[in-house]
C-alpha cells in the first residue's frame, strides 16, 4: 500500500493533485460540458499525452524534442489507416474505378492496396502498431543520436528536421498517405459508428483513464533510480558516465517511451475527431506541444495537462474572434513562460498556492468567527 | 603491441595522446601499486589531468598500453572501465545539485546499472546501509536530507569521493581534491584519503606541495607530457630539474 502511495502517485502532494485532475476530466466536465464541448476538450486532452511525454524527455531528461508531432502523427495514421480499410469496403466505394482501396488512391489513379497498408486491415496489428511503430522510429534516431553523444540543440533541430520530412513525405505521396487533406471520412471501428455521441462520449472517458494511466506509469519511473538518474544527466552527464553508467541507453529508453505516449495521444485523436492529417505532424504542432509542457510546468506531470488545456481553450476563445494575433500572443506567451516562471504554472502553484488555500481557510475562519463567541475575536487577527 | 603482465594494480606503458601533432603526454611511464598513494605534480599545462582521462576513457589515446589489474583498458568504453573498478572524481566538484545526498549516493550504487535493472532497484536496508557508511566516512552523515547544491564547496568535494567510495573502486583517481578548501578541510581531507587508501590504490593529482607530503607514498612529477622526475617525495624534492621547473617559482 505504501509503495502504491508513493511510488504511484508521488505522496501526499501528489494524490491529491492526481485526485483533482482525475474528478475534474471525469466527473466536473462531463457534467457542464455539453457534448461538443466535451469533444472538444476530448481533443485537447489528446495533445496531453505530448505535452506529458515532453515532461519526461525535456524537463526530466533535458533533451528538448521539436518532433514530438512526428509520433503523435505516426499514432494517428496508424489508428486513421485501419479506420480508413474499414470504410472502404467494396460495397461502400463501388463507384470507384477499382473498389475496395481508400478513396484517395483511386483518385490517385492506384489499382491496388500499398503492401504497408496490408496488415491494417487487422484491428490488433493496428493496436500494436500504434505502441511499436513509434518505439522502433525513436529508436532509431535515439540510437543514431544519443550513441554519438549528439544532444541539446543538436537534438532539438535534428527532431525538427524529421518532423518537416515527414511531413513532406505524407504530402508528397498523396496517392499512399492521403497528402495533405490527411485520412478523412472515418466512420467505424469494427462495425461500430464512431461519430454518434455515444462513441464519443466512450471515446472521452477512454481518452482520460489512458491520459491518468500514463500519468501514474510516468510517476513511477520518475520516482524509480531511473528518474533521479535523469535528472543526474540532465545535471552533470560525465558524471553520470563515470559512475558506471551507459548514459545513452537511459536516453534511448525516455525517447522511446516519450514516443509512445505521444502515439497513444494521436490514436485517441484520430478515433475522437475523425480524421488525422499531416497538419498535426509537423513543426508548428510539435513546438505547440513544447509550449504546452512549458506552460504547463515541465517539471510536472500533471501541470503539463492543466497547461494543454489553457492554451487550447486559449486557442479555441482568441482565434475565433482575433485569428491573426492568436500566434503572435502564444509566441509572447511562451517567451513570458519561459522568461519570468520557469516552472510553469505549477510553479506558480507552488509558490503562491498556499495564499490561495490560505485565503479558502481564511474565508472558513471568517465562518467559524461569526458563529463563534467574542472572546475569540482575537484568533482571527493573530493570523 | 607488446603486452606484458606485471604485479601493479595500474601500469601505464608508452602511452601518448597527440591532439593536432601536439603530444599533450608523451611515452609515459606510470605504475601504481596495491595500497599506494601516488601522486602526480606538474606545473600547469604540464598534462597531469590528461592522464586521468586517457586512463578513465575520456579521451583515448593514440598509442601505448594501460593495463588495470592485468587487463587493457584502452579498448573500453567509459562506463566499462568503471565496471573493471576505476573510480575518478573531477576537478570541479561533480555532483547532482538537484538531489539530496542521500539520493547523490544511492545514484552512484553500483546496482541496477542497467535501464531496467535502475527500474526496479529499491532502497533495501543494504542500500541504506552503506549509505549511511560512506556517509560517516565523508563526514557528511548529519546532512543526508541535505539538497547537494547547499553544500559547501569542501563537502561537495567529499561527496564526490563518497560516490566513488560506495562504488568500491580498486583504483581512484582524484584530480585536484582539496583545490579551493580551508586550512581544517585540507586537514580532513588528507585524514580522509590516508584512510581510504587502505586496501586500493590511489592516484592523485595536487598542487599543493605541503598537502602532497602529508599524503604521498610516491611522487611523479610531470612537465610537458613527459616524466621529470619519479619516486619518493623527499628525493623527488631534492632532484635539481624539479626545482628549476617547478619547485623552484
Known sequence: MTFVYQKLMGGKNGLTGFIILAALILVVFPMFLDSFRLNLLGKYLTYAFAAVSLVLLWGYSGTLSLGQGIFFGLGGYAMAMFLKLEASSPENTAIQSTPGIPDFMDWNQITSLPWFWEPFNSFTFTLIAILVVPAVFAYLIGAAMFKRRVGGVYFAIITQVIAVILTVLIVGQQGFTGGINGITDLRTLNGWDITSDSAKNIFYYINCFLLLGVIIVSRYILTSKFGSLLLAMRDKEDRVRFSGYDVANFKIFIFCLAAVISAIGGAMFTLQVGFMSPSFVGIVPSIEMVIFAAVGGRMSLIGAVYGTLLINFGKTAFSESFPEVWLFLMGGLFIAVVMFFPHGLAGLWQDYGHHITNKFSFIINGFNKLKAPLIRKKVGEVK | ?249
Open chain 2, 1 to 249: 603491441m607488446i603486452t606484458t603482465n606485471t604485479d601493479f594494480t595500474l601500469a601505464v606503458e608508452d602511452l601518448t595522446v597527440s591532439f593536432d601533432g601536439f603530444k599533450a603526454v608523451d611515452s609515459l611511464n606510470l605504475y601504481v601499486d596495491k595500497n599506494e598513494l601516488h601522486v602526480v605534480i606538474g606545473p600547469n599545462g604540464a598534462g597531469k589531468t590528461t592522464v586521468l582521462d586517457l586512463i578513465c576513457g575520456k579521451t583515448k589515446s593514440t598509442s601505448g598500453s594501460i593495463k588495470f589489474l592485468n587487463k587493457e583498458l584502452t579498448k573500453l568504453s567509459e562506463h566499462e572501465i568503471v565496471r573493471e573498478g576505476v573510480g575518478r572524481k573531477f576537478q570541479t566538484p561533480s555532483i547532482y545539485e538537484n538531489l539530496s545526498v542521500l539520493e547523490n549516493l544511492e545514484v552512484s550504487y553500483p546496482y541496477g546499472r542497467g535501464v531496467l535493472g535502475s527500474l526496479m532497484f529499491k532502497r533495501t536496508e543494504k542500500v541504506l546501509h552503506k549509505i549511511h557508511e560512506i556517509a560517516k566516512e565523508i563526514m557528511l552523515y548529519d546532512q543526508l536530507e541535505v539538497e547537494a547544491g547547499l553544500l559547501s564547496h569542501g563537502q561537495k568535494q567529499w561527496l564526490e569521493i563518497g560516490m566513488l567510495l560506495i562504488q568500491d573502486p580498486q583504483l581512484l583517481m582524484l584530480d585536484e581534491p582539496v583545490a579551493g578548501m580551508s586550512v581544517k578541510e585540507r586537514e580532513q581531507t588528507a585524514e580522509l584519503l590516508n584512510k581510504i587508501s587502505k586496501g586500493r590504490s590511489v592516484l592523485v593529482i595536487e598542487h599543493d606541495m605541503e598537502f602532497v607530503e602529508r599524503i604521498a607514498d610516491k611522487v611523479t612529477v610531470l612537465h610537458q607530457g613527459k616524466i621529470l622526475a619519479a619516486g619518493y617525495m623527499k628525493d623527488v624534492q631534492k632532484d635539481p630539474n624539479v626545482i628549476e621547473v617547478y619547485l623552484g617559482h
